[in-house]
């Protein structure tokens, strides 16, 4: 599994959908029929414990894709 896989199972697990629907162009608030902020919440959690990004609220609230939030994660974790 490569490092994009990784992530995008981890946001899957978050999201409680088929890791496999989740491409870096997926747009993760849209790839959940329910989305909550506390699935929001679980993947600034993530982000910080398995990748040591601290994002903050705003720039979350800007990022739409898997893939803009894999990008801020490259080389980390």
């Known amino acids: 599994m490569g490092p994009f896989e990784d992530f995008s199972k981890k946001i899957s697990e978050i999201l409680e959908v088929d890791d496999s629907e ?9 790839a959940t029929p329910y989305w ?13 414990e398995d990748y040591g990004y601290k994002m ?14 894999y990008e801020l994660t490259k080389g980390r974790g």
């Not at 909550?36 to 982000?47: E, K, N, R, T, W």
């Not at 903050?56 to 939030?69: H, Q, W």
């Open 56 to 69: 903050s609220v705003d720039e979350f609230l800007k990022a739409k894709t898997v893939g803009e939030l």
């Open 22 to 30: 989740l491409t870096a162009e997926a747009e993760f608030r849209s």
């Open 36 to 48: 909550s902020s506390l699935m929001g919440f679980g993947i600034l959690v993530m982000l910080e």
